[in-house]
């Protein structure tokens, strides 16, 4: 079966201080795989989202970067933090359709940031 | 830009009362999504629609994706505390993207 982890679940970052956050997929190949962020009571923000190794997709300019060195790894960074980027960090995997349609998506546990 | 609208942001009802959301989308959608999220949890995937019209049923849940495939509804029977919860849709556009919407915050008194 399919398993997401994400890590940490939690983390204390103070503003200017780098982040990095890994999301790695289990039991699938060739997943589509995501970054969301959630502010506190609110709905999901699409960050970034990737195909395949190397491909990355932007969909909110900010300071966050993605990559994905390998299949079933996708890591979120940032050179320094802003006090606007805490919230909850959540990775997502898919299945790979026909240009990615009509599946559904499977998160992680989740990376709750706090930038003091 | 695609928007995916839901309400009520909030509901509260007594155990045992029905509680249904409203998911509306600007554009048309190929599919529609629905999730829950539980307090301090992530998304968990309930259902998908696709085709106009569409109802499909969970138990006490049922859900509609509209004739013109542009809104979609959520109704649950007979509230129980294990429904807490956000529910979200999501919604497959023009844009081959998961757009979700605002989220319907539901809390169950006993």
């Known amino acids: 079966s399919q398993t997401i982890h994400q890590w940490p679940a939690t983390l204390v970052q103070p503003v200017g201080s780098p982040l990095s956050l890994e999301c790695t997929v289990e039991?699938?190949?060739?997943?589509?795989l995501y970054w969301y962020r959630q502010a506190a009571g609110r709905g999901l923000q699409l960050l970034f989202y990737?195909?395949?190794?190397?491909?990355i997709s932007s969909e909110v300019p900010q300071n966050l970067s993605a990559s994905r060195p390998q299949d079933r790894q996708f890591i979120l960074s940032s050179k320094k933090l802003l006090l606007s980027d805490s919230g909850f960090y959540l990775c997502?995997?898919?299945?790979?359709?026909?240009?990615?349609?009509?599946?559904?998506?499977?998160f992680g546990p989740g990376t709750r940031l706090t930038v003091t | 830009g695609q928007q995916v609208m839901q309400i009520p942001q909030y509901q509260h009802v007594q155990e045992g009362e029905d509680f249904t959301t409203y998911c509306n989308s600007s554009?048309?959608?190929?599919?529609i999504q629905w999730y829950k999220q539980r307090p301090g949890g992530h998304p968990v995937f309930l259902i998908q629609?696709?085709?106009?019209?569409e109802v499909k049923k969970q138990k006490r849940l049922t859900f509609q994706f509209g004739e013109a495939k542009k809104n979609s509804s959520l109704h649950i029977t007979a509230t129980q505390t294990t429904d807490v919860g956000t529910y979200f849709c999501?919604?497959?556009?023009?844009?081959?993207?998961?757009?979700f919407g605002t989220g319907t915050r539901l809390q169950v008194f006993p």
């Open positions: 997502a995997w898919s299945a790979r359709g026909w240009r990615g349609r009509n599946h559904e998506q499977y």
């Open positions: 629609l696709v085709k106009s019209g």
């Open positions: 554009t048309t959608l190929s599919n």
């Open positions: 990737s195909v395949g190794i190397g491909q």
């Open positions: 999501a919604g497959l556009g023009s844009t081959d993207k998961l757009i």
């Open positions: 039991g699938t190949s060739n997943p589509n």
